[in-house]
Antibody, heavy 123, light 109 residues
Framework: EVQLVESGGGLVQPGGSLRLSCAAS????????MTWVRQAPGKGLEWVAI???????YYADSVKGRFTISRDNSRNTVYLQMNSLRAEDTAVYYC?????????????????WGQGTLVTVSS | SSELTQDPAVSVALGQTVRITCQGD??????AGWYQQKPGQAPVLVIY???NRPSGIPDRFSGSSSGNTASLTITGAQAEDEADYYC????????????FGTGTKVTVL
């Protein structure tokens, strides 16, 4: 059974840092692309960052230069290092597994999600 | 970057059919994924590709696409289908970015 379990959220002051972890089971993170998606209170979903199996990571403009996504294949875990945090980064952060369906036009989608971890940036 | 636009809210009578749409330039060349999110829960993938359902998703959920619009249809809506629904695709301007739709709140009456 595929499972994703996030941890590391909490209350942090503006300008501070946090590292989120996403522990995977039921599959090997080195074989899938992994992403982070966030949801501010009462708002919609916002894509944050992605790491592919062999390529460079990519980030939404809103977090580029401040957040770093990485993976530790030996621990089967994906991380999101968040620096220079702002009030607008307050959200539930979800880790999700990505996949691709090549039929027709193709489709990139996120088939398994963790339960999320809340990050609150406030003084 | 691309945008995906959804109607904020729709309602459907129990047992009737509702269609949720998602508009965006990226959908002219790639299919959308659709996610259901209930309050306090993580999103769940319900449709991907041309019209594929992950294991465990009821067959009352179906997808379609035309032009720049992707649609999610619930045929015979049930009370448990009341939720927020989001579409998502790869960004048409930069293939390494991803975008989610604005979300549609579905109310089952």
């Amino acid at each position: 059974e595929v499972q994703l379990v996030e941890s590391g959220g909490g209350l942090v002051q503006p300008g501070g840092s946090l590292r989120l972890s996403c522990a995977a089971s039921g599959f090997t993170v080195s074989t899938k692309y992994m992403t982070w998606v966030r949801q501010a209170p009462g708002k919609g979903l916002e894509w944050v960052a992605i790491t592919y199996t062999g390529g460079s990571p990519y980030y939404a403009d809103s977090v580029k230069g401040r957040f770093t996504i990485s993976r530790d294949n030996s621990r089967n875990t994906v991380y999101l290092q968040m620096n220079s945090l702002r009030a607008e980064d307050t959200a539930v952060y979800y880790c999700a597994r990505g996949d691709y369906d090549s039929s027709g036009w193709g489709c990139y989608f996120f088939d398994y999600w963790g339960q999320g971890t809340l990050v609150t940036v406030s003084s | 970057s691309s945008e995906l636009t959804q109607d904020p809210a729709v309602s459907v009578a129990l047992g009737q059919t509702v269609r949720i749409t998602c508009q965006g330039d990226s959908l002219r060349s790639i299919y959308a994924g659709w996610y259901q999110q209930k309050p306090g829960q993580a999103p769940v993938l319900v449709i991907y590709g041309e019209n594929n359902r992950p294991s465990g998703i009821p067959d009352r959920f179906s997808g379609s696409s035309s032009g720049n619009t992707a649609s999610l249809t619930i045929t015979g809506a049930q009370a448990e289908d009341e939720a927020d629904y989001y579409c998502n695709s790869r960004d048409s301007w930069d293939n390494h970015f991803y975008v989610f739709g604005t979300g549609t709140k579905v109310t089952v009456l």
